[in-house]
């Protein structure tokens, strides 16, 4: 019996998932042929074929997948260096009330600024190259991370802090062992959070700056009215990023497991 | 309470000296006024930016209101639309197996990468900038009252049920208000998202707003204007932010409960 | 049978093969407090959530008043194990709700809310909302919210397991007080043995997995009941000892 409804729930999933998916390429393919969307929108079929295509054949200096591999390389370095730098500033302004004090207003100053509104300034102070896609994707992570992991450091829970005290730990064992492990969810919230706005300010910044990349390849498409491209862009990023959120939450599945916040 | 006190005059005597040594770096020359403008200068800049149209073509009063309407503007429809299809999508199954699919394909497309389509068909105008900023904010709105809605207690559907409650009755006397305050979060990260990808959309192409103002003025080499447009954006930004907290604290009652 | 206010008969429910409540059948008075007992997770939610028509069972019927039971047309009201006062609203509004479904003018919401408000002394937390409430005013608000609709009949799903002693005692005794102010027919569901011979006119015992009606008892003891004693202790070892012995 219940197997039975399973399936019959399943089948169903299926069908309205493919029925929705099939009404969504009929009414692009129909405002394709009927409508003027036709003269600067590829159909399905078109869009499919040279997103194949760009597999093997280069557009601009590279294929799609040089272009993918030129923007993860960036996102992971100026990740790598936000989440570092945003995990021991958030871990200090979260445990000490003096490194708060101190850092928290200046902190504020930033925060509210979006990584993507680093562009000018970055390429007036460093200048046009990889070091300015670097520092915009650093800003685009930093402030998030920092957010979420003070939040952690902040939220650990005063207890097991004074029983660690009582037992005679001393301030770094309480450091590595309570506060630091209790912040790891939030650390994690912070990662994921931070790597989709990471990927964001990639793009964006290879749409400004950039001659390759994902983010080039899509405005490229648009300034050269190849939409084609565009759209091929478009899937790119579109399952990187599904990748890229998929991968984190599996690892934070496997790395805390003893308290995988739902969400 | 004196411990309190210590650490607001901490936060203030950094704040200052933070203040202080960037004038004193930047007007020594340690690193050229041509990189970083001294903080008398920028707000001098400021002033002088309200009322006049150098570099840009438009006045900062211009630029901001250019900037909050098409934010606003975007940030709304995706409310309006997003928050109803999500709250739909979890209480109706069928809606649900027929929306989700497609929604899953453009969920992980960052909104700044519809820039250039938009652009393609509305022109640089109001109209690009809009959907792009329809489609930041429509995509949280609907993660966030769906998973609001899902999240509604059983207990809480009993309840109601067994004083006799239609289906209709228990979404919006028990669904609805419970998910109260995750379609707040929701709505927040919309406004986030709608504030970034606007600048985005701004510094790519258009002829007015602050991102179109700290471009243009990167070009011409005024790092004072683009020093004020950024801060300008985060001041914003922030504004935008407290305004929701407010509208929040007014009409979602009972505390948070996530 | 003149004086039956709910009669079940051959209730059963499974869950694709497994049988969850089979073949049960008793029968309630009117104005009867009337207390189920069974050993923890015997499926006693399930039970309780059949005769509300939460989940539709397999076979057998549910009467209320001679009728079909319909929560839509009858008048019940369910108070839960975990605490189901609605965050979102305050005192007020929370026990205004059940009035407020079953759709009654303004005046008399009022009315009646006030009354309930009193009936459990809660006038000057009216606008405080759950997370600024006790344990037990949150207890109180649920009831409050069950009396004031004048249910025809209250389930009851061990409401108090939560609560530390001293605040179950007080609160089983108002709400023996509030049952024989009002004579409202209340179907009990507890696995504590002391809180079934305590407040029941009637105890019905059922078994483990799947759950069948063992036996039932009529609780005649005096009240106010006096839990040291002897009759009492009695009862309360005989119902013990069927438990024991599913």
């Known amino acids: ?263 | 309470m004196k411990e309190k006190t210590k650490y607001i005059i901490i936060s203030i005597v950094s704040l200052i000296s933070f203040i202080l040594l960037w004038d004193l770096v930047s007007k020594s020359g340690i690193i050229s006024a041509k990189k970083l403008p001294a903080p008398s200068k920028l707000f001098e800049t400021f002033i002088y930016k309200l009322g006049n149209k150098n570099p840009d073509g438009n006045t900062l009063p211009i630029h901001i209101w250019t900037s909050l309407k098409e934010a606003l503007i975007g940030f709304f429809f995706g409310i309006v639309i997003g928050v109803p299809l999500g709250i739909s999508m979890a209480w109706f199954k069928k809606f649900d197996k027929f929306f989700s699919p497609l929604f899953d394909l453009i969920k992980p497309i960052p909104p700044v990468g519809w820039v250039p389509i938009m652009i393609t068909f509305f022109g640089i105008g109001i109209m690009s900038k809009v959907s792009v900023i329809f489609i930041a904010s429509f995509i949280p709105a609907v993660i966030n009252s769906y998973s609001g809605i899902k999240q509604t207690r059983e207990v809480h559907k009993w309840v109601s049920q067994t004083f006799g409650a239609s289906n209709r009755q228990v979404l919006f006397t028990i669904a609805i208000p419970s998910a109260g305050p995750m379609i707040f979060t929701g709505a927040r990260v919309a406004l986030n998202g709608s504030w970034v990808s606007l600048v985005a959309a701004e510094l790519i192409a258009s002829t007015k707003g602050l991102g179109y103002m700290i471009q243009t003025a990167r070009l011409v080499g005024r790092i004072d204007v683009v020093f004020v447009g950024v801060l300008v954006i985060g001041v914003f930004g922030a504004a935008m932010m407290e305004g929701l907290s407010f509208l929040e604290r007014k009409l979602v009652k009972g505390g948070r409960r996530s | ?246």
């Open chain 1, 1 to 263: 019996m219940i197997n039975k409804t399973f399936t019959k729930d399943m089948r169903e999933t299926w069908m309205y998932g493919i029925l929705g998916f099939l009404v969504f390429l009929l009414v692009w393919q129909a405002a394709c042929v009927f409508t003027n969307f036709g003269k600067i929108f590829p159909t399905p079929k078109v869009s499919l074929a040279a997103f194949l295509q760009a597999f093997v054949e280069p557009i601009g200096r590279h294929t799609l997948l040089g272009h993918i591999s030129i923007s993860l390389r960036r996102v992971l370095i100026g990740y790598t260096l936000s989440s570092i730098t945003g995990i021991i500033i958030g871990l200090l302004m979260g445990y000490s009330k003096l490194a708060h004090a101190i850092i928290y207003p200046i902190f504020c100053i930033i925060r509210p600024i979006p990584g993507i509104a680093w562009i000018p300034l970055a390429i007036l102070w460093i200048g046009i190259g990889e070091p300015t896609i670097h520092f915009i994707i650093f800003m685009g992570g930093f402030s998030q991370m920092v957010m979420n992991t003070m939040d952690g450091a902040q939220h650990v829970d005063t207890e097991l802090v004074g029983v660690a005290k009582v037992l005679g730990a001393k301030e770094n064992q309480i450091f590595r062992k309570i506060v630091l492990p209790s912040s790891i969810p939030y650390i994690f919230t912070g990662l994921q959070t931070s790597l989709s706005t990471s990927w964001m300010a990639v793009l964006a910044a290879e749409m400004i700056t950039a001659r390759e990349g994902a983010g080039w390849l899509i405005i490229a498409g648009m300034q050269t009215g190849r939409i084609e491209n565009n759209v091929i862009g478009m899937i790119a990023i579109g399952l990187v990023g599904l990748i890229l959120a998929t991968l984190l939450r599996n690892a934070e599945r496997r790395l805390c497991r003893w308290t995988v916040r739902s969400r």
């Open chain 3, 1 to 246: 049978m003149p004086n039956e206010k709910v009669v079940v008969q051959n209730l059963t429910k499974s869950y694709g093969d497994l049988l969850v409540l089979d073949d049960i059948s008793f029968s309630v008075k009117e104005s009867e407090f009337f207390v189920i007992v069974g050993p923890t997770g015997c499926g006693k939610t399930t039970f309780l959530n059949s005769l509300t028509k939460i989940i539709d069972i397999n076979n057998g019927s549910i009467l209320l008043d001679g009728e079909a039971v319909d929560p839509r047309k009858q008048n019940l009201a369910y108070i839960l194990q975990e605490y189901s006062a609605l965050p979102w609203l305050n005192v007020e509004q929370n026990i205004a709700y059940g009035l407020k479904i079953k759709g009654y003018e303004k005046s008399v919401i009022e009315e009646r809310v006030e009354e309930a408000i009193k009936m459990v002394n809660l006038e000057n937390y009216r606008h405080y909302y759950p997370s600024e409430l006790s344990a037990s005013m949150l207890q109180r608000v649920v009831i409050a919210r069950a009396f004031a609709t004048k249910p025809d009949l209250l389930l009851m799903d061990e409401p108090y397991g939560q609560l530390d002693l001293n605040l179950k005692y007080k609160l089983e005794d108002e709400l023996l007080s509030l049952w024989q102010q009002t004579g409202t027919t209340v179907i009990f569901i507890t696995h504590n043995i002391e809180e079934a011979v305590y407040l029941s006119d009637r105890i019905l015992v059922m078994t483990n997995k799947p759950t069948k009606v063992k036996t039932e008892l009529i609780n005649d003891l005096p009240r106010p009941r006096n839990v040291a004693s002897r009759q009492f202790v009695e009862l309360r070892n005989e119902v013990t000892d069927l438990i024991k012995w599913w």
